[in-house]
């Protein structure tokens, strides 16, 4: 998505950990809950409010979901949407410290 001036247009993913066993999941496009970031929803920033609220009522097997702002160059399937802030980016593709412990 691009805004009017041609730049990437805020887009927004949920994410959260599951309860089971900790692990960052995301809250995909079939309404549950996924380890692989690539299945994730992503809106525009606009309806952020509309997703967080529909992950919060599949939230059963997760704890404190949360949006996240992403670049996904309008993600669909098979295209991986990038977190903004760095702190996302470790928990969805792993440790900076090596490519060994990477997801």
């Known amino acids: 998505m691009r805004d009017k001036k041609g730049a990437p247009a805020p887009e927004q993913i949920v994410t959260a950990n599951r309860l089971s066993d900790g692990i960052v999941v995301f809250f995909d496009r079939d309404g549950g809950?996924?380890?692989?970031?690539?299945?994730?929803?992503v809106v525009a920033k606009a309806?952020?409010?509309?997703?967080?609220?529909?992950?919060?009522?599949?939230?059963?097997?997760?704890?404190?979901?949360?949006l996240i702002d992403v670049?996904?160059?309008?993600a669909g399937e098979g295209v991986r949407p990038v977190p903004r802030r760095y702190r996302e980016r470790?928990?969805?593709?792993?440790?900076?410290?090596?490519?060994?412990?990477?997801?």
């Open 33 to 41: 809950w996924s380890d692989k970031i690539e299945r994730a929803r």
């Open 47 to 66: 309806d952020g409010d509309t997703l967080i609220a529909a992950a919060e009522a599949a939230a059963g097997a997760v704890v404190a979901p949360y």
């Open 71 to 74: 670049d996904s160059a309008g």
């Open 90 to 103: 470790i928990r969805a593709f792993g440790p900076s410290i090596h490519p060994q412990f990477a997801k």
